[in-house]
């Protein structure tokens, strides 16, 4: 099983001195190649990479707001010229990250780490998959979207996020302690989530049904659940009928 | 709250008049040595009463409390060398000697009933008690003064290192900041990447590279160099930053002849050469151009470096324009002027003025 590689980078020296140590690695594949935030944007989707080699510093839109306009992003391994405080920041959340000029041993490494996760996200979607009606293009629960929020970062799953809260044109994401926004609609997301996983409560929710602790009836025929976290979110009277269908009652 | 300000008050504490943390330890070894010396010639040369170990005791209270007073003097008025204040030192034992005598015998002769007023005020008892008195607090005085003078030694010594140590720091981060880590670190990757590409071209590029360097660590703030010399340093790093941007990055320069020989402090077209493709080239997809203009007006030394960009909308503290002014006035002098302006919907343009002495 090959790691499909995309390589994130603006100098075309740099790109090609990353294809030259991956040609050592003969398990990765590399399956393109983009100079900018835009390109990448337009090739990621198109050949669905494994592992993004993504450099921070891009021109015009730079690496970390790539990572923001994507709805689920790869394995990243950032690259970097110089370390700065914005990569030290992540070191602890992200796959990992190398200086350049790249040393083969740390990049080895740093693959072997792409490598781990990947083969376990593998086994973990084959057991999920009977019963799953996952549509082409809607996102799996072991995908994970990029979240920034001032100089914090995660790299969150899905399956992690409990609840998903309307903030004007943002949407707030609850997952662990945390509940930064990201710069995307809920009516956006809704429609790139499993409907399955992901029900919309209300116009304000969308809660993560594997979350659900407890549900009780609320008053005029709408209803209550009770997240693990402890917290709690009405389900509104027209979508209480849906959910109760959804759930078999 | 108040409390703090009254113990601030209380305690004369610029940082000179601060105590020896060991002072007690030296009062108390010296006069104990003091009463003990007293205490042996007693016992050799005759027999020790109640009341001489009582006189001797209120003595040394005495002396103590003369000593502490001498102790406080000298540190407030800092008295300087060694030399200076070995007679001071003298001279104000004699004073607190006869202090003694006046503040001790009456305890003595009401107080304990030791000694009559007669004896105490006899001019070979005065002379007696003012020398031996005298001695001691000179022997005191001399001693202190030493401990004082190395401790004050010390810490000017350590503030010395400690200056040297932050003009140190200050130069290295001004070395630093001459030679940008993202800039050099790129350049590195690219010429490695070069060398299998184009071997002889990489050599090339590793020769611009020493000469960007050699000129940035070996020139010294104070010198001044021509126009023209820097301008073959600048050329030297956009060829180098043309491995990382290739057809994205165009430049050309204008110089008038006269512009060329003018004298200027080192690397200061060359950070705003650098300025211009951080915050211009390297923020566009598809990059651009730098121009830069060089000319002689009024007695000033005028240089133009514009490149492709638009200054944003709010002008943030990010472009570090309030540092390269102050920079520029530092390396060139109070009437150095320096300005960042859109040129035209496509351009920003930086330019400085350096007087030309």
Known sequence: MKVRTLIVEDSRLARMEMRRLLDGHPDVEVVGEAG??????????????????????????????????L???PLVIFTTAYSEF???????????????PVEADRLAKALQKASNLIGQQESRETISEEGAITGRSLLKVTDRVFVKDGEHCWFVPLSEVRLLEVEGNYTRLFFGSHQPLIPKTLNYLESRLDPQVFFRASRQHLVNLNWVKDVESWFSGSLRLTLRSGQQVEVSRRQAQRFRDLMSF | ?????????????????????????FQTTFWLCWLGIG???????????????????VLGIGFLL????????MTRRSWDTFRSQAPRTLAMSVIASLALQVMVDPVLVIGFHIGKWSEVFSTKAILGSTMHGTLVLWCWGSIYSGITLRRRYQRSEMARLQLEAAVQAAELRALKSQVNPHFLFNCLNNLRSLVAEDPERAREMMLRLSELLRYALEVS????VALEQELSVVEAYLELESLQFEDRLHWQFNVTPEASRAQLPPMVVQQLVENAIKHGISKRPHGGEILVRGSVNDGALLIDVENSGQLPASPGSGFGLENARQRLRLLSGELARLTLSNRDSDHVAATASIPLS
């Open chain 1, 36 to 69: 900018n935030a835009d390109e990448a944007e337009i090739l990621i989707p198109e050949s669905q990479p494994d592992l993004l080699l993504l450099d921070i510093q891009l021109p015009g839109r730079n690496g970390f707001e790539l990572l923001e306009s």
């Open chain 1, 71 to 73: 709805d689920s992003v």
């Open chain 1, 86 to 100: 914005a990569v030290q920041a992540f070191e602890q959340n992200a796959l990992d990250y190398l200086v350049k």
């Open chain 2, 1 to 25: 709250m108040v409390q703090w300000r009254n113990n601030n008050a209380a305690t004369p504490s610029p940082d000179d008049s601060r105590r020896d943390p060991n002072h007690w330890f």
């Open chain 2, 39 to 57: 205490l042996f010639f007693t016992l050799v040369y005759g027999k020790l009463t109640t009341k001489d170990f009582i006189a001797m005791l």
């Open chain 2, 66 to 73: 003369l000593s502490e007073l001498m102790g406080r003097y």
């Open chain 2, 221 to 224: 703030r104070h010198e001044r």
